[in-house]
């Protein structure tokens, strides 16, 4: 048997110190990701240190922030009350993740933190960079049709497949980190990285820290905000395509917008010159035309992912027109 | 809707309140003393041999019973009696040679004390190979494709070869199914206990207990009285447990080897490479017709993808044959041997598939000819089976027509596509027909009435879901008049009398006339013996049972259909509409509306009938929208094994599906002039939802299932 130890922990403190002392250590939350990857034999933790009993549930305004506990649970917080009133963009973006049973259990950390689902990575006996650094990349010349069209790299084109980030990438949020040296602020575009040449790290977690809470600034979004997400069917599937929308319109006047997309890269993909582009510009259809074409800028794609090419302008549009026309 | 003179009584699913308390056992929760747990090792490789399989690890693991592989396995009789003698179907032999032929067969099974342990040792168990070139991909192989031996799947000819291409319209298509795997919630497995070294009982999941207890006891070169199978409840098959698999034989081989019972249920990504899946299609289709829309020929050629090892065909043509009033009409059907498992029937098995390119194309023809879809196919209506020169025993689709074209609102649909909307979504509808052979087999079933005024039936039937069971009864209630509280139904014991697999929607037919029989015997004898014992011939059973003291009175009956076989043609019809919006901008299509009319003859049990049609409807749009099993050429391996990427409809998918049906009772084909619906609530569908695409959009998809990158494409 693969044999691993489990401990229970109380407080973020505890659980940092835990994680210090054993090399092969892991946090577990909802267990939703980590469970299938040992199952799979992908990952092997030799300890398992179960968070969930830790207070970082809390879902609350302090003063013109929100701060979500790393372990509210998706469910906890696309039906929280202000999450709804203040940030509907990331209720939308919860609801359209997973099947109510997962988010039931998914914590926000555990989203965060959540592995690519690209085949290669979980077939063992596959090439995988991300799984088994230097092996090579299974995807690039084979079935990449969920691949990423941004920022790939020669080693791996997998995507983070998480709808939660792209919402939270998108509202300017800020994560909080406690390691062994103390808490730190990292602003969540900078949370999540690129794979460059080390595929193996999805983000820019230190060895031995810990995802305290995520902290989003208010804005005044919330009216017209969106999410749409492109995908082979209905419910439970990954984004082919998605896309975070929020707008602040005067009249037709764009005066604030936020923009992201999903299952296009290795990292929830921030859309900043499409941004600054639309900003103080009227809320068209042409604009948001010409929106899409700036966004697309450097897009690559391989051989089954082509129609991301068409797909995620077309997304974004539609975004965009659901954002500005929601009541 | 359904007439109520018909039917006396309507009943819930007789299994029902079992099934949702869990009281329902499934071959996996027997459990019997001392039972240990199998888990098959499988080949990494796509190709080649054997050339080493290192156990010392797995087998000096905690637990550890035996790793079994063609090195050490028992002798099994029926494989050392020459090349495929006494295994059915050329089976592939188990653990018999150094072969691989597909990515994932099974190369050893480690058997454990429990299931952890046994997972754990299998990942210890390593083998070494020499690897050989493979082949998988179908596309690339199309040349080396084989004619079946199996004469039913000839190539056919009626008229002139090719006659379209003299028409003054000529529709000229390709259409591609994707492989598809059957993926039931339950997994496949067995559990085999040797009573003795020449006896044996299983556990199994099966669509056929009579069928199983044959191939082991071929295999095993047993009597088949010393094979004892029970499969009671299973948990959905779609076709996947028409046959007995390799892997379960290796779970019988390997209880021998131990000498304890072995439990093995496999992993879903093994249900995508060792139990069978719907083979990847392709077809060509060319209808002519003149300018009137009279169809003057029709072309329909067919491959499907095979293993190397065993050659496995379907029907894929055989709708082009007689569904359309042609003189000229020519088919061809070919298998192409891939380095793959071996195929099996799935969900309205090849009917579906070739379903797909002749409904697709019988729309494209409509549209060319500026026709509507219906009035088409009315135009081109067959009274008589042109295939057969023969009659249909009974044929209402005209009237399907009008009752599914008024339910879905068919008069909303505008013939040129493109220019129906909703807000942003464009509007289309779509319909197509589905046909399956009705069938009647052969046979047996026992019936006991008892004094205590219940009456048992018996018969080596199978339910994988449909509600036999619930059929059963109520046609024994039609006939005896008990109330079916007080009938049971006892079915999925290979000791009851001879039942056929349930397969190709022949149950409630076959079984049901045997039911039939049995109960109007049952109810002849009663007759007798009240006249006999001086009651009047109408005497209630109870009472002539009790004044003639005995406790019960048995009789058992085969049931076959006889000379109307031959004078008629038997179908059963279905014909399904869809309404369906499509998002212009990010392609996402969704199914809003779904009507689905059946024509089976007399609905014998009109809910678990409607739970048929509702559930065919279901698989058609998996079918449609989501399904296909995706392989990665360069290592011969499926990339999308689970349930996650494999994208099954989910209730999200599904909108209201309102079934209908004509409900009219077919004079030939068995006592209760019913015919059989599994096959026909899928089969056509997915040219339903293809149509309705085009309606919507004016983009015409040929390849399955339609994705949303397909939309932009
Ligand atoms: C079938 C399926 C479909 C899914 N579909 C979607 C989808 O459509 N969209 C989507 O967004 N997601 C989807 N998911 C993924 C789901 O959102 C994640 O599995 C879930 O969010 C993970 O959260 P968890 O709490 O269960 O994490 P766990 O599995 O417990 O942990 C995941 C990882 O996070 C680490 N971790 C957890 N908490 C912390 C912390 N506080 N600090 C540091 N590290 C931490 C763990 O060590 C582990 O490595 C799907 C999952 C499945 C199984």
């Given at each position: 048997m693969i044999n691993f130890t489990y401990v229970r922990t109380t407080t973020a403190k505890a659980a940092v110190g835990l994680l210090a002392k054993e090399k092969n250590a892991k946090f577990i939350a909802g267990g939703t990701n980590l469970v299938d990857l040992m199952k799979r034999g992908v990952t092997a933790p030799d300890r398992l240190i179960d968070i969930n009993a830790v207070p970082l549930k809390q879902i609350e305004l302090v003063g013109n922030m929100m701060h979500i506990g790393a372990l509210a649970t998706n469910t906890a917080v696309a039906e929280h009350e202000l999450v709804k009133l203040h940030f509907p963009l990331l209720s939308l973006a919860l609801q359209a993740g997973a099947s109510q049973q997962l988010r039931n259990a998914a914590t926000v950390g555990g989203n965060m933190m959540q592995r690519t689902r690209c085949g290669y990575f979980y077939d063992t006996t596959m090439p995988c960079n991300k799984r088994a650094p230097g092996t090579g990349c299974g995807a690039i010349t084979g079935y990449n049709r969920m691949h990423a069209i941004f920022g790939g790299s020669e080693q791996c084109i997998a995507v983070h497949p998480s709808d939660m980030c792209i919402a939270l990438v998108a509202l300017d949020s800020t994560v909080v980190l406690s390691g062994p040296k103390g808490e730190r602020k990292l602003k969540f575009i900078d949370f999540h990285k690129l794979?460059?040449?080390?595929?193996?790290?999805?983000?820019?977690?230190?060895?031995?820290e810990m995802i305290i809470r995520v902290e989003i600034p208010t804005n005044k979004l919330a009216a017209h905000s969106y999410y749409v997400k492109v995908r082979d069917r209905a419910s439970y599937a990954f984004a082919l395509v998605s896309v975070a929308a929020g707008l602040e319109l005067q009249g037709n006047k764009i005066v604030d917008v936020k923009l992201a997309m999903g299952g296009?890269?290795?990292?929830?993909?921030?859309l900043l010159e499409a941004e600054t582009f639309l900003k103080g510009k009227m809320a068209t259809e042409a604009n948001f035309k010409s929106a899409a074409q700036i966004a697309m800028k450097n897009a690559k794609a391989y051989k089954e992912n082509a129609f991301k090419l068409k797909m995620a302008p077309n997304t974004l549009i539609e975004a965009l027109n659901l954002a500005k026309s929601k009541a | 809707m359904r007439d109520k003179s018909l039917l006396k009584e309507d009943t819930d699913r007789v299994d029902g309140f079992d099934k949702v308390t869990g009281r329902a056992k499934y071959f996996a929760e027997y459990q019997i003393p001392g039972t240990t747990y199998g888990v098959l090792v499988p080949s990494t490789i796509t190709k080649g041999k054997i050339t080493g399989i290192d156990s010392k690890a797995a087998e000096r693991a905690p637990g550890v019973l035996a790793v079994v592989s063609h090195l050490n396995r028992p002798v099994v009789a029926g494989y050392e009696t020459g090349k495929d003698q006494g295994v059915p179907n050329n089976m592939m032999k188990i653990f018999y040679t150094d072969q691989i032929s597909f990515n994932g067969q099974p190369i050893a099974m480690v058997v454990a004390d429990t299931y952890e342990r046994a997972v754990y040792a299998a990942t210890l168990v390593k083998g070494t190979y020499a690897k050989e070139a493979f082949e998988t991909d179908f596309e690339k192989n199309l040349s080396k494709a084989k004619a079946p031996k199996n004469p039913a799947q000839a190539s056919y000819l009626r008229g002139t070869a090719d006659a379209y291409k003299n028409a003054a319209v000529q529709i000229e298509a390709s259409y591609t199914l994707p492989t598809e795997t059957h993926n039931p919630m339950e997994l496949h497995g067995i559990l085999a206990n040797w009573e003795s070294a020449d006896k044996i009982t299983v556990y199994a999941k099966t669509q056929g207990v009579k069928a199983t207890q044959g191939t082991i006891a071929s295999t095993f070169k047993l009597p088949l009285t010393n094979v004892q199978v029970n499969s009671e409840f299973v948990g959905g098959g779609f076709g996947m447990a028409l046959r007995t698999w390799p892997l379960e034989i290796a779970a019988i081989i390997a209880a021998k080897q131990v000498n304890k019972p072995v439990k093995l249920v496999i992993t879903r990504d093994q249900m995508f490479t060792l139990a069978g899946h719907r083979p990847y299609a392709f077809q060509k289709v060319g209808l002519g017709a003149d300018k009137d829309g009279q169809l003057t020929g029709i072309t329909h050629e067919a491959w499907g993808h095979t293993a190397t090892y065993e050659d496995f065909t379907e029907n894929v043509v055989s709708m082009s044959k007689f569904m359309y009033n042609s003189a000229n009409v020519n088919t061809t059907y070919k298998i192409v041997p891939l380095n793959v498992g071996v195929p099996i029937w799935m969900r309205g098995p090849g009917e579906a598939t070739g379903a797909f390119a002749l409904e697709s194309a019988m729309d494209e023809m409509a549209h060319s000819l500026d026709m509507d879809p219906i009035a088409f196919r009315v135009k081109n209506y067959t009274e008589e089976d042109p295939e057969k020169s023969r009659p249909y025993s009974s044929k209402n689709l005209k009237e399907a027509y009008k009752m599914g074209a008024e339910k879905i609102g068919w008069?909303?649909?505008?013939?040129?596509?493109?220019?129906?909307?909703d807000g942003n979504w464009l509007v289309g509808y779509g319909m197509s027909t589905g046909v399956f052979n009705a069938s009647r087999g052969r046979a047996s079933a026992k019936g006991i009435l008892k004094s205590d005024g219940t009456l048992l039936l018996q018969s080596a039937a199978s339910d994988i879901g449909p509600g036999t069971g619930t059929g059963m009864v109520q046609i024994a209630h039609e006939v005896l008049?008990?109330?079916?509280?007080?009938i049971t139904f006892e079915l999925g014991d290979s000791s009851f009398p001879t039942a056929p697999s349930?397969?190709?929607?022949?149950t409630l037919s076959t079984v049901g006339s045997a039911v039939s029989d049995v109960c109007n015997a049952l109810k002849a004898k009663i007759a007798e013996m009240a006249t006999q014992s001086g009651l009047s011939a109408s005497a209630k059973f109870v009472d002539v049972l009790k004044k003639n003291n005995l406790p019960s009175v048995e009789v058992t009956m085969e049931s076959k259909g006889g000379e109307e076989q031959k004078k008629y043609s038997m179908y059963s019809f279905s014909i399904h509409f869809v309404q369906v919006k499509v998002n212009p901008l990010t392609g996402v299509v969704k199914v809003s509306k779904i009507v689905s009319v059946g024509d089976s003859g007399r609905i014998v049990s009109p809910k678990t009938a409607r739970s048929q049609m509702v559930g065919g409807a279901v698989g058609g749009l998996g079918m449609a929208l989501t399904e296909e099993t995706v392989m990665d050429h360069r290592f011969g391996r499926y990339v999308n094994n689970n349930f996650a990427d494999y994208h099954v409809p989910v209730h999200a998918d599904i909108p209201e599906i309102e079934v209908v049906f004509v409900n009219k009772p077919d004079p030939y084909i068995n006592p209760m002039g019913a015919k059989g619906m599994g096959e026909i609530a899928l089969i056509g569908f997915s040219a339903a939802v293809a149509n309705a695409v085009f309606n919507a959009t004016g983009k015409r998809i040929r390849t399955l299932p339609i994705t949303p990158d397909k939309i932009l494409a």
């Open positions: 794979a460059g040449t080390t595929p193996d790290k999805d983000n820019n977690l230190l060895p031995g296009v890269a290795h990292k929830p993909w921030r | 008069s909303k649909r505008n013939n040129k596509p493109g220019t129906n909307k008049g008990i109330p079916v509280s007080k349930q397969g190709g929607s022949a």
